[in-house]
């Protein structure tokens, strides 16, 4: 069973930072591609950045400069470090991990964490 538990969520300042982490069990991430995606209350589910298994990276526009995609594979953790929050971060935050191989896709959540920028 492949869980996902993301932590780090919370209230912020706009301007501030914040860590979430993302610790997958069940399954190794080391050969996956992991993925934040966030979901802001009225808008579509948006891909915020990902991070593949040899650590190449993808940033949204907007964020790009701000956020910080990594992984831990001996912790089987990856993080998303936000600096220079705003407002508009504001969304439920998801670790997203993908499984591709031939003759398999699929993809794995976690439960969510709130992100809250106060202006």
């Known amino acids: 069973q492949v869980q996902l538990v993301e932590s780090g969520g919370g209230l912020v300042q706009a301007g501030g930072s914040l860590r979430l982490s993302c610790a997958a069990s069940?399954?190794?991430?080391?050969?996956?591609?992991m993925n934040w995606f966030r979901k802001a209350p009225g808008k579509e589910r948006e891909l915020v950045a990902a991070?593949?298994?040899?650590?190449?990276?993808y940033y949204a526009d907007s964020v790009r400069d701000r956020f910080t995609i990594s992984r831990d594979n001996a912790k089987n953790t990856v993080y998303l470090q936000m600096n220079s929050l705003k407002a508009e971060d504001t969304a439920v935050y998801y670790c997203?991990?993908?499984?591709?191989?031939?003759?398999?896709?699929?993809?794995?959540w976690g439960q969510g964490t709130q992100v809250t920028v106060s202006p």
């Open positions: 991070i593949g298994s040899s650590s190449s990276t």
């Open positions: 997203n991990l993908e499984v591709r191989a031939p003759g398999t896709s699929r993809d794995y």
């Open positions: 069940g399954r190794t991430i080391s050969n996956s591609g």
